[in-house]
């Protein structure tokens, strides 16, 4: 069946980073592009990043630009994170999803076929 594990997430201190992975299975990898979002207590999930099947585009939201990289080795069939510079603000659960429309760059959750657990991450100031 489809799986998508998300790990990496942690404690850290303002300013520090922290690296994301999501390893799929059950579906094609290289079919679909990736998404990364996150969901604080109280409000709604938000898009983060999300990249192509290739790995050729990638698109951020505003308040991650320039401090988290998005990308992907479809051999390993994993998605990564790179968070640098964290905030307190990022505090949040973090999703990775698969969508079909390998070519789009989705900010919309809805649109999101598949989807991991989640994993944690807490930024203290």
């Known amino acids: 069946q489809v799986q998508l594990g998300e790990s990496g997430g942690g404690l850290v201190q303002a300013g520090g980073s922290l690296r994301l992975s999501c390893v799929a299975s059950?579906?094609?990898?290289?079919?679909?592009?990736m998404g990364w979002f996150r969901q604080a207590p109280g409000k709604e999930r938000e898009f983060v990043a999300a990249?192509?099947?290739?790995?050729?585009?990638?698109r951020y939201a505003d308040s991650v630009k320039g401090r988290f990289t998005i990308s992907r080795d479809n051999a390993k069939n994993t998605v990564y994170l790179q968070m640098n510079s964290l905030k307190p603000e990022d505090t949040a659960v973090y999703y990775c999803?698969?969508?079909?429309?390998?070519?789009?760059?989705?900010?919309?959750?809805?649109?999101?076929?598949?989807w991991g657990q989640g994993t944690q991450v807490t930024v203290s100031s």
């Open positions: 999803a698969a969508d079909r429309q390998y070519t789009l760059l989705e900010i919309r959750h809805t649109r999101y076929n598949y």
């Open positions: 059950g579906f094609t990898f290289s079919n679909y592009a």
């Open positions: 990249i192509t099947w290739n790995g050729g585009s990638t």
